[in-house]
């Protein structure tokens, strides 16, 4: 080869590497961006990934997945949407859904065929399709998802037995769907007939139920038998993960999303070995992978074929929202135990997800390669998504408000320590309409939190006992009183990531905590000393009480903030609020017994 015709080609070559350098920058930046936008906004961040994929993609041409990505953009983009039912079975837990377990079977089966054939039928006499690929675009609509249902059950925060069947329907549908939409695909494009296809879907489930949940518990095993060092559990994690999406694949088409899934589940449900350090590195993980995808086929969206079927997408959107929805709900919850109420909310939560536009790109690409015309599929689907995305996050909040299945806003606080001065503090608290969870690893204080009417933390300080205690009490902050290191170790790291650092208010020297593993810790406000000043007032003789903001004393210490009435919200960063927790010193000192024991 020529020395020039070789410069040529580096240059090709390093120009596209740039290109596809600078699409991958961009995705990650816009995706994140988008994320955290959502989060502030409190809105499914799916409002504004497909929008900014259509921006960066047809709109400014900025990004071009099929060219800059090639043959390789729909095995990642499989392998992503398997990544992210991985960290959506680690959060399937069988102790958790209980009575409504049977709800989730019907739902997942019987419920997706009914939206199947309702979709069907829709699809064939609203668009100039053949019966085949209206029972195609049918299967992709079934499948919801985890990326569109949680952020929606963040937000309304409804009953935990409603929560429970949602999330078990969001994520189990995806694999049903897909393997539903493979055999429609082969009876689309070979002309075989439904039922001599049955035993491809048993197939797909079956293989990927048993390659997953098989590594599964090979991984909890070798976890359990301590044969992995602790700093190769996640990326041990994610490695058979990923191996276990392929290998199910191989053996069959779409089967790997049943085994991620299943692979979650085993690891979620076993008691060999702890997971919950493995969901949270996979829920992290989660986040990108999100974005990413989104962005990506946000990106190869036909905008001017989208207009076109936009109004018919519309027309189809509400029969699923008035029609198909609410005939799955009637059919999967007879003779269960969930209310009218709740049976009602179930209708106002179906979004369609990532899986759904996923695998309609892949789809579309091979009825193209098969000389088939892929007609509409891709444009009708984002549609459908966008939509039931609209009406579904702006309506699930009103509708959980309005049926009442909403559980009560809290704000309670959690406290880490439980010597006899920050009993005081609880009680107070407490007193003023806060519910408190003392943490503690020893008995006798937790005896003494009970003699006082107090809740206390029973369980095993680093287990998910922990996680499931805040979310059932509520706990949007915590508040570390103690200066034991080895319990704020095993406390405040586990609730960190639950309240977010912010809300983390700890009193110590803050080199000491971030040696604790409390990186973030905020020094507890308005004194910086504050546990040796409020506890040597205590033992001189001050008081602890309640006041009303407009009568703080100039030598108050202020220890909580309180603002509203009957759902109180409370601060620890000092600031003024209709009423204060103060310290208050009194005229005369009396005698009182030291607040502090020694540890015994």
Not at 219 to 224: D, P, R
Not at 334 to 340: D, K, R
């Amino acid at each position: 080869m020529s020395p020039v015709l070789l410069a040529s080609n580096s240059s090709v070559l390093l120009a596209s590497d740039s290109s596809v350098t600078s699409s991958v920058a961009m995705i990650v930046v816009f995706g994140v961006g988008c994320l955290w936008l959502a989060s502030r906004l409190r809105i499914p961040s799916i409002l504004l990934l497909l929008p900014a994929g259509v921006l960066v993609g047809p709109v400014l041409g900025l990004v071009n997945p099929d060219e800059q990505f090639g043959d390789v953009l729909f095995p990642i983009v499989s392998l992503g949407v398997g990544i992210l039912l991985f960290e959506g079975g680690l959060g399937l837990r069988f102790d958790r859904v209980g009575a409504v377990s049977g709800v989730v079977g019907r739902l997942v089966t019987l419920g997706a065929f009914l939206v199947w054939i309702v979709a069907g039928f829709t699809v064939y006499a609203l668009f100039d399709v053949p019966r085949g690929l209206a029972a195609l675009i049918a299967a992709l609509l079934v499948v919801s998802g985890p990326t569109v249902v949680q952020p929606l059950l963040r937000l309304a925060k409804p009953r935990p037995s409603v929560a429970e069947v949602l999330r078990w329907e969001g994520i189990v549908i995806d694999p049903i769907g897909a393997t539903l939409g493979v055999v429609v695909l082969e009876v689309f494009l070979e002309g075989s007939s439904i039922g001599a296809a049955i035993p491809r879907i048993l197939l797909t489930l079956v293989a990927g139920g048993v390659i997953g949940g098989g590594l599964g518990a090979a991984l909890a095993f070798a976890l359990g038998r301590h044969w992995v060092p602790d700093h190769l559990h996640n990326p041990l994690a994610l490695a058979i993960a990923v191996g276990s999406f392929a290998l199910a694949n191989l053996v069959a088409s779409e089967a790997g999303l049943m085994a991620t899934t299943a692979l979650g589940l085993v690891l979620a449900n076993q008691r060999r070995a702890p997971s919950r350090h493995i969901r949270e590195f996979e829920e992290e993980l989660g986040v990108l992978v999100l974005g990413g995808l989104f962005l990506l086929l946000g990106a190869r969206v036909d905008l001017d074929e989208t207009i076109d079927v936009l109004p018919k997408a519309f027309i189809l959107t509400l029969v699923l929202i008035v029609v198909a929805r609410p005939l799955a709900i009637a059919a999967s919850t007879v003779g269960s135990s969930l209310t009218t109420r709740e049976r009602m909310f179930l209708v106002f939560v179906a979004p369609r997800g990532i899986v759904a536009a996923a695998v309609a790109s892949v789809f579309a690409l091979e009825i193209e390669a098969e000389g088939a015309d892929a007609g509409p599929l891709v444009s009708v689907v984002f549609s459908v998504i966008v939509l039931t995305v609209l009406f579904y996050g702006f309506t699930a909040v009103p509708a959980a408000r309005y049926l009442r299945v909403a559980r009560p806003p809290q704000q309670a606080v959690a406290i880490v320590g439980a010597d006899r001065w920050h009993l005081r503090v609880a009680e107070q608290l407490q007193d003023a309409g806060v519910s408190v969870l003392l943490f503690t690893d020893r008995a006798f204080e937790r005896r003494r939190a009970q003699e006082s009417a107090l809740l206390a933390y029973v369980g095993e300080l680093d287990h998910e006992g922990v996680e499931e205690a805040a979310d059932a009490l509520g706990i949007k902050t915590v508040l570390i009183l103690t200066d034991r290191a080895e319990l704020v170790t095993a406390v405040a790291a586990t609730l960190a990531p639950i309240v977010g650092r912010a809300n983390v208010y700890a009193a110590g020297d803050r080199s000491e905590l971030e040696g604790a593993g409390v990186a973030s810790a905020l020094t507890f406000r308005p004194a910086d000393g504050m546990p040796t000043e409020v506890m040597d007032r205590l033992i001189g003789g001050a008081e602890l009480t309640t006041v009303a903001g407009a009568d703080l004393r100039p030598d108050d210490v202020v220890v909580a903030s309180l603002r509203g009435t009957p759902n109180v919200s409370v601060s620890f960063d000092g600031s003024t609020g209709d009423r204060l927790v103060v310290v208050r010193a009194q005229a005369a000192s009396a005698s009182r017994e030291p607040e502090t024991e020694p540890a015994s």
